[in-house]
């Protein structure tokens, strides 16, 4: 049972609260702090919160508290990081950790060295279908992936801080790239080393600085490819989509749009469809549980839960700090318009030397490359001459 | 905060248990029963549970225990009502609430006596994308709800007990309409009466004598109709769908097959898959959050919710005795051959009279009937003369 | 190559003519018959056909033509047939065949006598994906079919004599139960007979003697079930599905609003979206092939091939003939409120006397009732004693 | 009315010939030609082709054919566009044009030499969804496009000579690239200049020179991105996608794997699923009209018609010589890990010196940036004032 200080109340804060809140559950939300008073104050009547204040270490301090959540804008992190870990309180920060990775580095070394308990709440790596998908893969469903793609695109986001490249760290890369990089790197593996990108990233539609749209391309040392698709120029809602490919192996995850709620209204009572939904007349595609959809509730879980038992959560601070390194890397390769090496100072994984290109025994003189049940039914083969390297083929 | 005693170890219990442990709640189980003491034993052992009986009255008289939970077969459901009135706590019954329709109302009549609480465990109108479909229609987005249909079928249930006839009550209609039907009356108003029923339900594949496969149409007083299926047939796994058509607008829920998480594996190592799935190679539908999908996370904080505020559930065991009722004349009605009357003797919902057809104007001399955009983007409009009936077109 | 009469210039005409032009092929339409000289002249226009004109008679008595091919209003259809069985033409004529069972009877007899060839063009046998799974199922993939649901809904027809029942003979079951009604006649056999069927309709939305809305359960001799549904009231465009059940699979085919195509769109350019599509902003579901998707180019490849081989084609009067009567009967239940007998006269196909469960052994001593891999993965198989008939279950 | 030279009785020879002779259609195929004549003559037999060669030159200049067809390998297109050329027929030539850009500016100036009709057998911008989809966005339906994706993956080519890169000139980028290229290409517009890519390719599984995976982005001038993802190396049958995102709109076409055809079989007597699937039991996607799904229907009609009329059809040389340049560059991206120029000696497009932020008037002092419906159903306007350029939010 835990007693919890909120920093922040926006979009994250809320939807933090809420899944807080909605399970009957044993931790508390004691003290909730926003720049604003009268916004925390507000925040407090709405959700029963006993204390409030616009000042964050009054927040942090609080001696009733044991555990702070962070959900202020990105240029705030740091600062209120190194007062909880001066405290000595549990602090779990929203995405991204930090505006860059040295800033990371120094948030990481700062909870580390004070001993304290620290999460990184990366929500969508928590989404039910998350989870099972990668069980799934770790028990070798997929074989060994190859392809992570994870995009998440929508129309921007909610709050005007983040639309201010000094306020944010920059564009949808910082907003959304964060989760779908970190979303390929459980898929293909948190042992395996990034390697290196190659980004696109572009102003296309809003009268901004940063980048509303970016494709990227992360290289990881035993030849996966993790790649996201952020955009905050998407039209008809959110976007939400990982696909994962490995070579037994395919999963496709959809978080949003077509998860099996349609609703067609010709009058437009719908009232409020979904997060981030255009529009609320024709066919509209609700989410039924969004705060468990965007993986809100397992992650509090495994994060108290993690607290409870002396363990580390799934997601640390130093995801968090490679995070931030795959992204400074990336808005540098869209930059130099090269493949950008991704420098990982502290790195804690393994290192692999995997050949790519598996070789399977047909017979004593053969490898198979393929074999494909035809429109005749018969099945044609596909061989490379172990000696020779020619390939030919027969039909069964 | 509630201290619970859980009676019944299978799937049932088993769904319940998880639900109510997931989330750091506060609401704790202290006594588990089954009718084996092994089973009981070790399913207190696996949960946490510190006490296990095989003693139906021993559970629920345990002094600590304020709330029953009946997870039990059928026939056995009116004598823990019966125990856990007598003792004043709280009741909650699995579905079907009876065995028919008047054990049913002997239920109810007996918690009502008693004065405590009793809710109906009608789970699969609680899935997150049911109330949030349920709200939308209740604001008007489909104008007069039609029809609904609900269809749950599956290769048929896990204990040996439902496939008795004897213990059960019944078959597929049972197991699985006692869903369809309560699911249908949400959407198409729990106050407005269930007048009569057609039924068609046979014995096509298993070697049992309770129907395996059944589609039922009750109508209702309005007009609506309630349309299920059910079957212990059906092949590839689980089949879970509501769809519901109003004068202005559409609903389709899909809660387990097709949302949105799809996974190919040639290797099949994909373990557990979901309830009721079929094969674990080739391509596989998993069900990330399964017991928030089948409603069972929003179903007990609605209980426990309620309970505290003193108010009545969603559901309630009145709801069971009006399932029960129609269950009752579904199968009369399979054996008649006839529509049958549905004979509810305690009617608490009103009385409409609601004419079906509704006018719409198109000019004083006409009534509007459709209009549509043709190939050619013109508009073609149906129109009835008022005083003559004569039915034309223009094209616009 | 064949000479055509084209009787009609409606939206039927249309597509069959659409279907026909379309492949740069043989078969040419040489003359063009509406009641209104002025709309066969603008159709002779647009389509590029030599001659037309307003008399039945003159087009199907046209030396040139060798096939007639009906798309006129229902109370038209056997006067036309009469016509071209005494001129000695092939003869294909839309759906339904006739405005009853005994009405299509006397013009299958006509054509029959006259020697001529004749098709029922009942083009939603005919998609592609349709042929494909009727192969499928011919070849065992589902095993037994039990159940076939086919569900046809939009917002009603295009023309105003179908909203007149003296021209069209009936409602939503005449203009689309047809189609239903053949669709699962073909997946559960046609050598199966019809014997008996329940029906509800009524008119719940528009100012029409007809039904607009409906729901029929055709039971065949071999216990298998053919479910239509079919609607004027339905909103958010047209809904064509069918499914199909056996006992050892199922199929699920979406003919239009869920086929691969989606679009969303903030400024409604997208023009015309599909036949029935409703609005033009928004979610669109357009359908890329629509002739294809409703059959009609397999279906007159069909017709025109089967004339050149002088063979009779997938769809004939009798069948058109089947499905009236089995109409007629749903009729004769939907107002006695009973099942009722649907009593094909002339009945050509075969007598089945099947028991419907099958009984699988285990072992020496049990019939295998069903197995299922458990959330804890072991498999869960239930028993039935094969002397007690007693159930159990076992863990394995 | 025309005679047609088949070069080719592989795969796509078959596919081809199908389309031609499916639609009881006026052109017809006279002469097959195969390096092995056992095939050619077999092929003949197959389809009642009146002559069959093993040599490519008595083919083309056949007097009596009038266009030849070339469905042979990559490295052979050449030879044969050149003697049809010198024998003055019309040339539709199969995908890619050709093994590389200068080798394709040779054919197109070829071809455009001798004044003969050239059509690209691009069949993937054919498919009817496609052509409707290109229809939309021209009339605006998704505002400016930024961004076109098309994916093509499966699990490697039918033919022995594809594997072996001097034969067929790379790996899945020639193979399947040259669709997505041109895909997007079409939706972006075919008069914008591509001006540069980056590139991943890699031989992630098979035993063979060529990648088998590979992602590349394509700029645009106009600033719009054309991405490609192609595998070899997928599992679960053909994927085969397009999505599309303008500033107005969105589409999202699925071409095979999900187009509303879904059947489950425990037996396996489904036979031939559809192209590329995998497996024959469990839950297979076939697909219904896999010529049409293809396009390989309108893409014929489209050439024959343009044939007729003396217009050039949709897809010509040139447009095979720009995607085979792309293609150069993609391969040179790959190598050097830069974004690589697009080096198109002989454009004939336009030039465009576009923007790509537009900016919206929110009133005379502010710049709109975004705005949403809440969860609490109230509106946040995100704004940018003119003159500062700070970033401000109001909630209405």
New interface residues.
């Given amino acids: 049972m835990h007693k919890i200080a909120m920093l922040g109340t926006g ?1 994250i804060g ?1 939807f933090y609260t809420m899944s807080l809140q ?6 508390e939300i004691k003290v909730v702090c926003s720049n604003k008073l009268e916004n925390a104050k507000k925040f407090a009547g709405e959700f029963g919160i006993p204390r409030w204040t616009e000042d964050m270490a009054t927040a942090i301090q609080d001696p009733e508290i044991d555990t702070v959540i962070i959900g202020i804008p990105n240029y705030l992190h740091k600062k209120a990081v190194l007062l909880a870990a001066e405290a000595g309180k549990s602090v779990l920060c929203t995405k991204p950790l930090a505006m860059s990775g040295p800033e990371a580095l120094d948030m990481l070394e700062a909870v580390e060295k004070a001993g304290v308990f620290h999460g990184y709440l990366e929500d969508l790596v928590y ?7 990668l ?2 893969v770790r ?5 060994k992936v ?2 992570a ?1 994870s995009r998440e ?1 929508h ?2 986001p ?4 983040f ?2 490249k000094e306020l944010s760290g920059g564009g949808a890369i910082v907003d959304m790239g964060c989760h779908c990089i970190e979303i390929a790197r459980n898929f293909i593996g948190k042992g395996i080393r990034p390697v ?1 990108i ?1 980004c ?1 990233a ?7 600085e940063a980048e509303d ?1 970016a ?1 990227g ?1 992360v ?1 990881y040392e035993n ?1 996966a ?1 993790g ?1 996201f ?1 952020v ?1 905050w ?5 959110m976007d939400l989509r990982d696909e994962v ?11 949003w749009m ?16 979904a ?12 989410v ?2 969004e705060v ?1 959809s965007l993986g809100y ?1 397992e992650m509090f ?1 495994d994060m ?2 993690s607290m409870d038992k002396g363990t580390a959560p799934m997601e640390t601070f130093y995801d968090g700090y490679i995070v931030n390194t795959i992204i400074d890397a990336a808005y540098k390769a869209a930059a130099s ?3 950008e090496a991704i420098e990982v100072k502290d790195w804690r994984g393994g290192t692999v030397n995997q050949e ?4 399977k025994d047909y017979d004593e003189q053969h ?1 198979l ?2 074999e ?6 018969k099945v ?1 083969v ?1 061989l ?1 001459d172990k000696k020779t390297g ?4 027969i039909i069964q």
């Fill in positions: 979009l809320r909605n399970f009957r559950g044993k931790d989404p039910p279908k998350t989870l099972k998908a069980h799934a028990k070798g469903a997929l074989g190859l392809w793609r695109t129309g921007g909610h709050s005007d801080w639309w201010t290196e190659t696109w572009d102003t296309q539609v809003h009268p901004i749209h494709v391309l290289r030849g490819i790649q698709e955009s120029t998407f039209r008809g809602g490919s490995g070579t037994d192996g395919t999963v496709w995850l959809n978080h077509r998860t099996g709620f349609e609703m067609f209204t010709g009058v437009g009572q719908a009232g409020y469809v997060e981030k939904a255009e529009g609320d007349t024709g066919w509209l595609f609700p039924g549980d468990g509730v879980m108290f839960n318009k090269k493949w790519n290109a598996g070789l490898y490359i393929k494909e049940k035809m429109a005749d039914e044609k596909i490379k020619k390939i030919s083929q």
